[in-house]
């Protein structure tokens, strides 16, 4: 039972390179989500997807893209890293959308360092 | 738009000793309530959350906490801490979002550190 699972866990990038964080959940969740976070800012949403296809922007979504291919997969993409986007990102899932009231399941998080 | 204010940032209690985390929160219509927990390098791990009902609601690992709307907090409580709950401790309120999808609020989090 892996829940939802994030790779890396660590990651160094140089400014201007681009990666990938990839989230896997395998609950059958429709709702997928990634956050972002920052010492003293606690958790901010980036994007979020509502089931495959669709995908939508959170409160900080400038230099991120994502996609929704499938149930399992919510991939997160940094085109051109920059400082500013060193953090640690989780990635959340949940049953249901539309009610605000399922509690999320989290990864474990990946830990970026932008240099 | 809504909010949640933690503001206690470090807390201390000695193992047994009881425990108060506050949270308030800013909303505009029935809030969606949590406290997550989260240890060093891990991800998030739901305590307990809040929907209708009860204002006293039970979690894992012997919390509960509190609704209070008149107040607009819901804080967290153990009777008995132990060492092993040291970690940071989140509040959060879930919304609607317009495209279907829903959203969770942090507030900026309680270091709690637990001593012998």
Known sequence: NAGVTQTPKFQVLKTGQSMTLQCAQDMNHEYMSWYRQDPGMGLRLIHYSVGAGITDQGEVPNGYNVSRSTTEDFPLRLL???????????????????????????????????? | AQSVTQPDIHITVSEG??????????????????????????????????????????????????????????????PSVHWS??????????ALLAGGGNKLTFGTGTQLKVEL
């Open chain 1, 80 to 115: 051109s890293a920059a400082p500013s986007q060193t953090s640690v990102y989780f990635c959340a899932s949940s049953l249901r959308t539309g009610a605000a009231n399922y509690g999320y399941t989290f990864g474990s998080g990946t830990r970026l360092t932008v240099v």
């Open chain 2, 85 to 94: 709950d040291a970690a940071e401790y989140f509040c959060a309120v879930g």
């Open chain 2, 17 to 78: 000793a009881s425990l108060e985390l506050r949270c308030n929160y800013s909303y505009g219509a029935t809030p969606y309530l949590f406290w997550y927990v989260q240890s060093p390098g891990q991800g998030l791990q739901l305590l307990l959350k809040y929907f209708s009902g009860d204002t006293l609601v039970q979690g894992i690992k012997g919390f509960e906490a509190e609704f209070k709307r008149s107040q607009s907090s819901f804080n967290l409580r153990k």
